[in-house]
């Protein structure tokens, strides 16, 4: 059965830093490609970052990049994004998911949901003082 479980949220103050973990099962990373999205009440689910099969390559919103690092842990199971310098506005809650059908080396952060298939429950990032 393909999982996966978000982890790490919590509550942080501006400036701070946070890594969020995507555990996977049922499939590894040599077979997907994985996407964090974002969401606030009452707004779209947005992409924040993606990677591809075995991580070779990456991609990220604008608002995010230069602070937001997506990567992958060596046996091939678990995502994480690290995020530095957060900012009030990066409040929301954190999912990630995978995409079955990326070609090899590609990613998109696009949040189409006929690919980004399978998600996990989220995780609560909160950036207050």
């Known amino acids: 059965q393909l999982q996966l479980v978000e982890s790490g949220g919590g509550l942080v103050q501006p400036g701070g830093s946070l890594r969020l973990s995507c555990e996977t099962s049922?499939?590894?990373?040599?077979?997907?490609?994985i996407g964090w999205f974002r969401q606030v009440p009452g707004k779209e689910r947005e992409g924040v970052a993606c990677i591809s099969r075995r991580g070779s390559s990456t991609d990220y919103a604008d608002s995010v990049k230069g602070r937001f690092t997506i990567s992958g842990d060596s046996v091939n199971t678990t995502v994480y994004l690290q995020m530095n310098s957060l900012k009030p506005e990066d409040t929301a809650i954190y999912y990630c998911a995978s995409d079955l059908y990326a070609s090899p080396g590609t990613c998109t952060i696009v949040l189409d949901k006929g690919r980004y298939a399978r998600w996990g429950q989220g995780t609560q990032v909160t950036v207050s003082s």
């Open positions: 049922g499939f590894t990373l040599r077979s997907s490609a």
